[in-house]
């Protein structure tokens, strides 16, 4: 064999390992995001969920406060047992769904 036979043998062995190095590592980093990936999830639903309940909140006080400015109007307005009846079906969804989640978690 020559050296240059020698020299390209060395090469191959060398990106070769280093190729699987880098394998192994992004494996390992995959699988640790797959691990962490739940909680992640969890975590997000989580946050998404409070928003949604303190925007529900909001908007009812808000409600409130018009219903009791403007008492009268709001009587009138149909529409208004229908989306505090959605807001309730709204918050009962989200308190199964988040019992779902822990029990997947």
């Known amino acids: 064999m020559t ?5 390209l043998k060395a090469a191959i062995k060398k990106v070769t390992e280093k190729l699987n190095d880098l394998v192994v590592e992004k494996i390992e980093e995959a699988t ?22 303190e925007e529900a909140e909001r908007m009812e006080k808000e409600m409130r406060k018009n219903r009791n400015t403007e008492t009268s109007q709001y009587y009138k307005d149909p529409n208004l047992s229908e ?13 199964e769904f988040n019992i779902k989640i822990d029990n997947i978690i």
């Open 3 to 7: 050296n240059s036979d020698y020299l």
């Open 32 to 53: 640790n995001i797959a691990q962490d990936a739940p909680e992640i999830i969890k975590k997000e639903f989580d946050t998404l969920k409070e928003a949604i309940i």
């Open 83 to 95: 989306v505090l009846e959605e807001i309730e079906e709204i918050k009962e969804k989200i308190e």
